[in-house]
């Protein structure tokens, strides 16, 4: 079954520590992958993608993640993590197929301590 | 460009109502438009995917019924919750795919938050 899978319910760091949320998925192909990121009573952002090509995506807001194949992961990285970032983070596929929807992960809350 | 927007932001409605929420591509055409209900500190749930001038594909347990889908135009999707109860109440998320993306890039709209007394 397709499945996303993020370990960490709620991670905290301080600001301007590095920072690393897990992803794994199952999934029979090579999936699209995306994180996304959720402020409070607010909609999604989309951080950044990756479809094919270089494993190690840049993404915006400083984020980067990379796919590992053999482990079946796409783990999202930050050097210095702001005050700002502190909001909900969002693991997600797709099938390499246009017109089909997204399989979430439950998410991970990040705080940011001072 | 790619935005999507969502109407209303937030409703509150009695129980027994029914409430519609409108999920619009504003820059692009949208051949399928898929409906995500959230709850609380949760992740997003797929409802239904929504392609224009069908009928809509519900996911397994969601009532179609109770969930009206209508995807009229390229441009527009809209989601009925009829006959509402307390236990509907939540963030309903739309997204919207191009017509001419090659890959499943999605994007999404802003939420609406639909509390139910």
């Known amino acids: 079954a397709q499945s996303v899978t993020q370990p960490d319910i709620h991670i905290t760091v301080s600001e301007g520590a590095s920072l690393e949320l897990r992803c794994n998925y199952s999934?029979?192909?090579?999936?699209?992958l995306f994180w996304y990121v959720q402020s409070p009573g607010q909609g999604l952002q989309l951080l950044l993608k990756?479809?094919?090509?270089?494993?190690l995506v840049q993404g915006i807001k400083g984020f980067e993640a990379e796919f590992k194949r053999s482990q079946s992961s796409f783990n999202l990285r930050k050097p210095s993590v702001h005050w700002s970032d502190a909001a909900e983070y969002f693991c997600?596929?797709?099938?390499?197929?246009?017109?089909?929807?997204?399989?979430f992960g439950k998410g991970t809350t990040l705080s940011v301590s001072s | 460009g790619a935005v999507v927007s969502q109407h209303p932001s937030w409703v509150i409605c009695k129980s027994g109502t029914s409430v519609k929420i409108e999920c619009r591509s504003l820059?692009?055409?949208?051949?399928?438009m898929f409906w995500y209900r959230q709850f609380p500190k949760q992740s997003l749930m797929l409802m239904a995917t929504?392609?224009?001038?069908?009928?809509?594909?519900?996911e397994q347990g969601v009532e179609k019924d109770k969930f009206l889908i209508n995807h009229a135009s390229l441009t527009l999707s809209t989601l009925t919750v009829t006959s509402a109860h307390p236990e509907d109440s939540s963030f309903y998320i739309c997204?919207?795919?191009?017509?001419?993306?090659?890959?499943?890039?999605?994007?999404f709209g802003p939420g609406t938050r639909l509390t139910v007394l």
């Open positions: 997204s919207a795919l191009s017509g001419t993306s090659v890959s499943n890039e999605q994007f």
């Open positions: 929504s392609n224009e001038g069908s009928k809509a594909t519900y």
């Open positions: 999934y029979g192909a090579t999936p699209y």
């Open positions: 820059d692009f055409q949208a051949t399928t």
């Open positions: 997600a596929v797709g099938p390499n197929q246009a017109g089909t929807a997204l399989i």
């Open positions: 990756y479809f094919s090509g270089d494993t």
